[in-house]
Each structure stands twice: as structure tokens, then as C-alpha cells.
């Protein structure tokens, strides 16, 4: 285990030093670095697998002279977990990078970004593994600077600029709520060790434990994008390169997951007041349906994929929330269930999303634009690209036989258990958050259809789309790693729930993996076979069958029928890409039912020939959603804020006199106060 | 207390008082040059002081110190003061936020408070030295004041001089001096400080054709 790790993060180091030594070489540059990246990330998945098959949590620690700080690392089944996810994607990303950036040979310092990959690839791992307050918050720091100077790569871009800016500020609102959250635990117990924190003598006073619950959920909510601390996200996530959003998305929200998990179940654990569940259960409610809605409306594919990370953090945290309430009413087994579901989408969120940043900067690198409308017909051009992106569409979407569908299920579950709850008022609001999961996933299936049928399919809307090309074999291999793991992830629960178990047995008290696997394995029952149970080995043979079936059946029959092709039926007028369905027009009929939400603007400006009013001259069609959040939460305190600096401007007069005054009244006062 | 100790303390406490009398001169003086020179000849006193106190303890260290303050604070510093004003052509007038009198009344309070404020740990000393801590600091607080009332740039270096001086004063009172590295280091750090506001004052008479600090109010927006 030592020397995993120590080999792990000397990797890591090698990859922050040694790229700038190769000046002038981009080739090689993005070789070592993106190369070493690649081989930490192998060695952090036999870690965190060493991790969790571990009997016993592995420690290690070196004081340090700073008051307070030790370099403490704790490798429990938690952090084991979220490890392997960090490596699995950091590996699949760097892959991709290899070719991603052969474009920018010579146009931007590919040292600089393959340093910095794996400096931020570092602090993720070290955020997980850290058992040290102070240890934790430097990590947390370096990470999100890191992740900042990252989103500002194309900082010649003013949106880019903008959005890094956003970034920074709410990630440091975010990390003052953390720091506030450990100072609590640090008042009570006068250590910064995570040791000290979970210990079970301290217990802190009820108020401040609430208190607590709040700073973290506020801190950690913010880098991880519940709403509505999310409106950063879908600006900074896009602005990234590719595999960084990949990254940014599919692991960074997550190790925000990480603390929540740690802070609530690990140091927190015992007695929940029902309360905290039930604000997670409404959180992620809001923060699923909002994120997928929001989602819809957008017609740049990053930025689509950054508003469906806030979906997918709400289904985590549906999840989560359902397994406090459940370990609030000592339902332990129940309480496991819910944290596994969870958890089970975090990894699974983690592969479908970084798959699916990846195929949008495969399908960027090769058209060079973001923006769905001019996309079209890809599939014939990138067939590759085309199949995995459809994978992690499926995923994502929740579609058996892939990953996705298991976890969804198995919240959904965890949620329809909550008959066994005492209040009749719990009883009542789990099910309504299983309703509103249900509405999520028939709009992100909407939102996939329209993402993969608007993209890859018909004709190119643009010359861009039909210069389009396949992408070089290191994008694809990164590419289909991840697809390949999303398959497995949904068609092997067997192998994935006993691991998973390892982790929240101990958080929750209650061992479930044997009771959740029935008939060896081949079929998850929450609770027993006959209430509900899948299997998805079961379900992809029955699909297959099916497709096969239908096939024969078309086969044989289809000839009797007489079959006849043709070009589809343009009305007498020659067909062009300006006749096909647009992503516009796919998510118009949502716009409308769901137009209390999005406040939509309509406006279309024509200009008719003077002739007749039936010859448009030109016309001009604007359509755009309002940002609630931004209008009416963050404006105003933004607002708010600027006046307040006004009027603090009167103290600042610019005079050095004036200035000489301040201190030197503010000196005989305080020595005059201290006499 | 033998006699020929009292008779050191009343003379450092003398000494003390020569200094803060420098300092109520300051003030109350209209020329710039004058001010210079009465900065010189605190820093005179000064030395005066510290010699005094090392031949009364034994410290040869002290010495050191009076002489590095003789070489700079009597000699270098205010010969770079007076180039500065003779090149700039600065007027003789002192620009003044608050006129003669009502500085000389507040620099009375300043006294006052300093002595109000050591009133409860001089009693705690032991050295020989010890009353002078409040003329110290009150010299502390007048230089300061120097720096707000005036507005050319050399007066307020002037105040910041004076600032130090009180400094030294105060350190040699409460313990002896400091270690002499650090001495070592604050006269250095003046010396260098004296540099800057040479350029500095330079800088202010190219851009605005005055040493006046208060037209720097105009680089606000």
C-alpha cells in the first residue's frame, strides 16, 4: 500500500516538473506529461481497489512545525472509493489529451496545461485521502485554484475570462463555509485532525450541529453545483478544454460529494434531527429537475452537459438524502441502501459525464464549433465518436442495459421504501421526490435525443460539420475506455455493489450487499426478490433478443411487403439541411408547457418587400430563457454589495494625510484602551 | 539607590527632555531648513543619550550605537534633506494642516496622554532608564503628528526621523538597546527610507511642480 502510493504521487510529481524541462518540444511535452498522468491514473485504480478490499483503513502522518497542520493520510473504503473514480477518469482524460492537443502544438504552452493537469489530478487524489482539517482545506485550495487556472486556458476570450471569475469567487464563498464548518469541530474537540472529529465523545451541542450541517452543506454545495449555489457551473465547466471538463465535471463536483459524506455520516454520525435528510431530499429534488431543464434550453453541447452535472448531483444527493431520513428512524439497512444508490451514481455519473465531455471536444476538435444547430449528420463522418457519445447518451438518460440505469433504479427504490418510514409526512414527500426523479428522467431522455439526433444524425447544417473527420486513435481509446466502463458498470452490479457495500457499511452500521444480491448475484433486490428486482445481464440478452427478433421478422416479411427506396418526399422541392428539425424547434414544445419556469422571451422583428406583405424582406428571430437565479438572487447581492463599497469610498480620499490620521487616532485610541 | 546612580538617571532624564524640547521645536518652527536642523541636533542629543547610558551601564554596544547615530542621523541624513531642498528649489514656508499654536496645544496633549499611558508600568522598571519611556513615546506620537500636520514630503520624512528617534530612545530606556543587529538594521532601514523620499520627493516636484503630498489626492480615480 506504501509504496502505491508513494509511487502514485511521485508520478504525479514527475508530471508537474518534468514537462516544462522539455521546452520547445510540445511533442514530447504532451507525451511525458499527459503519459505520466495516464500511468498515476492506473496506479490510483489498483490503489483505491487495494483500498477498498483493505480489512483495515491505512494511516499515515508526519507532523509539520505549523501549528496545528499534519500531512495525515487516512485511506479508508470512502476514500478508496472515490480514489478509483478520481484515477478511473484521470486516466481516460489524460488518454484523450494526447491527441486533444496536438492541435495546439505550437499555439499554447502544452507544458503549462500538462503540468498543471497533474498538479490538479494530485490535489483531487490528496483532497480524498487527507485526515486533517487544515491539510484538507490547503488541498481544497491548491485544487480549486488549479481547476481555475485550468477554465482560463483560452483566457484571450472575454467569456472565458468572465467565467473564471465567477468561478473563483463562488469557490471561495464555498471554502469560507467549509472553513467555518471545521472551526465548529475545531472549537469542540481544539484539533484539526479528522481523527479527532469522528471520534464518538464528541458530540457537538444540538444548535451547532445544525449550524454545521448548514456551512457544509452551503461549502461543499457550492463546488458541487446544487441550486442554486450551481450558476457558476455552466459558465466554467464549457470555457475549459474538453478533457479538463471532463474532469471538472466528472470528478471535482464529486470530491464535494466526498465531503458531505464525510462530514455528515463520518463525523456527524448518530442520531440525524429528520430535517437534514428531508433539506438534501429537497435540494437534490430542485437541483435534478432544475439542472435537466435548464439543460434542455441549451443549444451549446458543453454547456448542455455542465447544466446536466447539476442534474446528476441532485440524483446523488436524492440518494443520499433518502438514506439519512432512513438512518434518522434507525432503518439501517435502508439507510445503506440509500447512500449506496448514491454513491453507485457518483461513479456511474463520473463515467457517462467525462465520456460524454469527451465526445464534445472530440466532435469540437474536428468542427470547431460548440453549438448543436450547426451540427449534423456526424455519425456517417465520426462513426467512433458517434457510438460512444451514444453509449453515454444511453447512460445518462438512464436507459437499461447501461450504468446509469442501474443506479437511477436503485434510488428510485430507495425512495419507494420510505412506506416503512413512522410520519405520515415523510411517507408522503419520498414519493413525491421519486416522481419529480421520474419527470428528470423523461426530460434528460429528451434532452439526450436531442442532443445525439440534433448532432449526429441528418445532414451537416454547416460547412463545419461536413468538413467533420474522425478523430485520432488516442481520443478514441480514452473515449471508449469509459464507454466500455459505463457497460460493465451497468451490467456487472454483482461485482460493483459488494465494493460499494464496503464503503457505506461502515457509515451506516449495516452490511446489505448479500441481501441485495439475490440468486448469486444475477438480480438486485433491494429488499427482497418479490417486491422488486432487476437484472441487467437478464434485461441486455432480452434486448438483444429482441433486436434479433425484430430483424428475422423484417427479414422474413419485409420482402413480402415489398419494400421500395426512395429520397424522402421533399414536397416537390429539393431537401436541405435548413429543412430538418432543429434543436430550437425539438425543445419548444418543453419551453412552452414549462413556461412558468423559464420565462421565456420571444421576439421576431420582419421586414416585408413593399410590393406585397407576403415577401419577407428579412427577418430577424431572437429567442432566450431568463437566468432566475442570477436575476433574482445573485444580481441583487451583487448589487447590494457595489453599494456598499460606494459608500465605504467616502473613507478613502486619496489623501496621505487623511490616511496618516486613521492610524495614527486608531494608535492612541488603542493605547489609551489598552492603559 | 546609591547617589552617583541618581545623579546618571536625572542626567539621561535630561537628556530625555532636551530631546522632546527638539520636538516641540519642531513644530513650532516656520523654515524648512530649520526643521532639518533641529532634526540633527535631537539626533545629537540622542547620541548624547545613549553614550550616557553606556558609560552609566557598561554596554559597550550602546556606543556603537551612538556613534552610528551621530555618523547617520547627525551627519548623512540631514545633508541629503538639505540637497534635496536646495535642488528642488523648495519655499522656505511649510505647507500646514494645522497652524502653530493649535499643534503645540495637541502636541501638549500628546505628552500628557503619553505619560498617562506609561503611568502603570514605569513604577514596574528597574533600569536606571525607565522614566524616559514616557518622553519616548510621547516623542513617538509628536513625530507622528509632524507627519500628518505638515504637507510637504521632506517634513513628513523629517517626521518620520523624529518617529524613529523616539523609537531608539525608547528601546535604550525599557532594555538597554536594542541587540545590536537589529540597531544595525533600523539604521539601514532609515537610511534607506532617507533614499526613497529623496526620489520620491523628486518624482512629486516632476509631476506636479510641488512637494506638496496633499496634491496626491488627485490620483484618486
Not at chain 1, 486533444?100 to 507544458?111: D, K, Q
Amino acid at each position: 500500500m506504501t509504496v502505491l502510493l508513494v509511487g502514485l504521487l511521485a508520478i504525479y510529481i514527475a508530471g508537474v516538473i518534468l514537462p516544462p524541462c522539455f521546452s520547445g518540444k510540445a511533442r514530447i511535452q504532451n507525451l511525458v506529461a499527459h503519459g505520466l498522468a495516464a500511468a498515476a491514473g492506473f496506479a490510483g485504480m489498483v490503489l483505491g481497489l487495494a483500498g477498498l478490499l483493505a480489512p483495515e483503513p491505512w494511516t499515515a502522518s508526519v507532523d509539520s512545525s505549523i501549528p496545528f497542520l499534519s500531512v495525515a493520510i487516512r485511506l479508508d473504503p470512502l476514500a478508496s472509493f472515490f480514489v478509483l473514480t478520481i484515477s478511473v477518469v484521470g486516466l481516460a482524460a489524460s488518454i484523450f489529451a494526447l491527441g486533444y492537443l496536438a492541435e495546439l502544438y505550437g499555439r499554447a504552452s502544452i507544458a503549462a496545461m500538462g503540468s498543471l493537469l497533474n498538479g490538479f489530478l494530485l490535489a483531487m487524489t490528496l483532497v480524498v485521502l487527507a485526515d486533517n482539517g487544515f491539510f484538507f482545506l490547503i488541498l481544497w485550495e491548491v485544487m480549486s485554484l488549479l481547476s481555475y487556472v485550468l477554465v482560463v486556458t483560452e483566457h484571450e476570450k472575454p467569456g472565458v475570462r468572465e467565467a473564471g471569475l465567477f468561478y473563483l469567487i463562488m469557490t471561495h464563498v464555498g471554502t469560507a463555509f467549509i472553513i467555518l464548518t471545521f472551526l465548529i469541530f475545531f472549537q469542540e474537540t481544539g484539533s484539526f485532525s479528522f481523527e479527532a472529529f469522528r471520534h464518538p465523545d464528541q458530540q457537538l451541542p444540538e444548535g451547532l450541529r445544525s449550524i454545521a450541517f448548514f456551512t457544509a452543506l452551503i461549502g461543499f454545495g457550492a463546488k458541487a453545483g446544487i441550486v442554486p449555489l450551481h450558476v457558476w457551473l455552466p459558465y466554467a465547466h464549457p470555457a475549459a478544454p474538453s478533457h479538463v471538463s471532463a474532469l471538472m465535471s466528472g470528478v471535482m463536483i464529486k470530491t464535494a460529494i466526498y465531503g458531505l459524506i464525510r462530514v455528515y455520516f463520518d463525523f456527524m454520525g448518530g442520531e440525524f434531527p429528520w430535517w437534514w435528510g428531508f433539506t438534501l431530499l429537497v435540494a437534490g429534488t430542485v437541483s435534478a429537475l432544475l439542472g435537466v431543464m435548464y439543460a434542455l434550453m441549451e443549444h451549446d453541447l458543453k454547456s448542455l452537459l455542465a447544466f446536466h452535472s447539476v442534474e446528476n448531483i441532485g440524483i446523488i444527493l436524492l440518494g443520499m438524502g433518502a438514506g439519512m431520513i432512513f438512518h434518522t428512524y434507525g432503518l439501517h439497512e435502508l439507510a445503506a441502501l440509500g447512500l449506496l444508490a448514491g454513491l453507485y451514481h457518483t461513479i456511474n455519473h463520473a463515467a457517462f459525464k467525462a465520456l460524454l465531455f469527451l465526445g464534445a471536444g472530440a466532435v469540437q476538435f474536428a468542427t470547431h464549433t460548440r453549438q448543436i444547430e450547426e451540427y449534423g449528420g456526424l455519425l456517417r463522418r465520426m462513426p467512433w465518436t458517434g457510438a460512444f457519445f451514444l453509449v453515454g447518451a444511453v447512460s445518462i438518460a438512464a436507459l437499461p442495459p447501461t450504468n446509469g440505469f442501474v443506479s437511477e433504479w436503485l434510488v428510485f427504490q430507495s425512495l419507494f421504501l420510505s412506506f416503512q418510514l413512522p410520519t405520515l409526512f415523510l411517507k408522503l414527500m419520498l414519493p413525491i421526490a421519486a416522481a419529480m426523479l421520474a419527470l428528470t428522467g423523461a426530460l434528460a431522455l429528451a434532452c439526450f435525443a436531442k442532443a445525439f439526433g440534433m448532432s449526429f444524425l441528418a445532414q451537416p447544417r454547416s460547412s463545419h460539420a461536413r468538413h467533420a473527420t474522425e478523430v485520432p486513435r488516442s481520443m478514441r481509446v480514452g473515449m471508449g475506455f469509459l464507454a466500455g466502463l459505463c457497460i460493465v458498470l451497468g451490467l456487472a452490479p454483482m461485482l460493483v455493489v459488494p465494493l460499494l457495500d464496503r464503503v457505506t457499511a461502515p457509515l451506516t452500521g449495516a452490511a446489505i450487499s448479500s441481501q441485495v444480491l439475490a440468486l448469486d448475484g444475477w438480480v438486485v433486490a433491494p429488499v427482497t426478490v418479490e417486491f422488486s428486482s432487476i437484472s441487467t445481464p437478464v434485461l441486455a440478452m432480452l434486448l438483444v433478443v429482441a433486436g434479433a427478433l425484430g430483424l428475422l421478422i423484417a427479414r422474413l416479411f419485409g420482402k413480402a411487403l415489398g419494400a421500395r427506396y426512395y429520397k424522402t418526399w421533399g414536397c416537390g422541392l429539393n431537401l436541405t439541411p435548413r429543412m430538418e428539425y432543429t434543436a430550437t424547434g425539438f425543445a419548444q414544445p418543453i419551453k412552452q408547457v414549462f413556461e412558468t419556469i423559464y420565462q421565456p422571451t420571444v421576439k421576431l422583428e420582419q421586414e416585408f418587400l413593399e410590393q406585397s406583405k407576403y415577401f419577407i424582406k428579412h427577418q430577424r428571430f431572437e429567442s432566450h430563457i431568463e437566468p432566475v437565479f442570477e436575476k433574482y438572487l445573485y444580481r441583487p447581492v451583487v448589487a447590494l454589495l457595489l453599494a456598499a463599497a460606494d459608500r465605504l469610498r467616502i473613507i478613502q480620499a486619496g489623501s496621505l494625510h487623511l490616511y496618516l490620521t486613521y492610524i495614527f487616532v486608531t494608535l492612541v485610541l488603542l493605547l489609551l484602551w489598552a492603559g | 539607590m546609591p547617589a552617583s546612580t541618581q545623579l546618571g538617571s536625572q542626567l539621561v532624564d535630561l537628556c530625555s527632555v532636551l530631546l522632546l524640547l527638539c520636538c516641540f521645536a519642531i513644530v513650532a518652527q516656520r523654515r524648512l531648513s530649520a526643521c532639518v536642523d533641529l532634526f540633527a541636533l535631537q539626533s545629537a542629543f540622542l547620541a548624547a543619550t545613549a553614550a550616557l547610558v553606556a558609560f552609566l551601564t557598561g554596554h559597550k554596544h550602546i556606543y556603537f550605537a551612538a556613534a552610528l547615530t551621530i555618523v547617520i542621523k547627525v551627519i548623512v541624513l540631514p545633508r541629503i534633506l538639505r540637497k534635496v531642498i536646495e535642488r528642488l528649489n523648495v519655499s522656505r514656508e511649510l505647507g500646514m494642516n494645522i497652524n502653530i499654536p493649535a499643534g503645540l496645544l495637541i502636541c501638549g496633549a500628546l505628552v500628557i496622554i503619553a505619560f498617562f499611558i506609561t503611568q502603570p508600568i514605569i513604577p514596574l522598571g528597574y533600569l536606571l532608564t525607565r522614566d524616559s519611556l514616557a518622553i519616548a513615546l510621547a516623542i513617538i506620537l509628536i513625530g507622528f503628528f509632524t507627519m500628518i500636520a505638515r504637507q510637504k514630503a521632506i517634513t513628513q520624512m523629517v517626521g518620520f526621523l523624529v518617529m524613529e528617534n523616539g523609537v531608539f530612545l525608547g528601546a535604550t530606556a525599557a532594555a538597554y538597546g536594542m541587540p545590536l543587529i537589529v540597531e544595525l538594521g533600523v539604521f539601514f532601514d532609515v537610511l534607506v527610507a532617507g533614499l526613497i523620499v529623496g526620489i520620491y520627493t523628486h518624482r512629486l516636484q516632476d509631476t506636479f511642480d510641488s512637494v506638496d503630498t496633499s496634491t496626491l489626492t488627485v490620483l484618486k480615480e
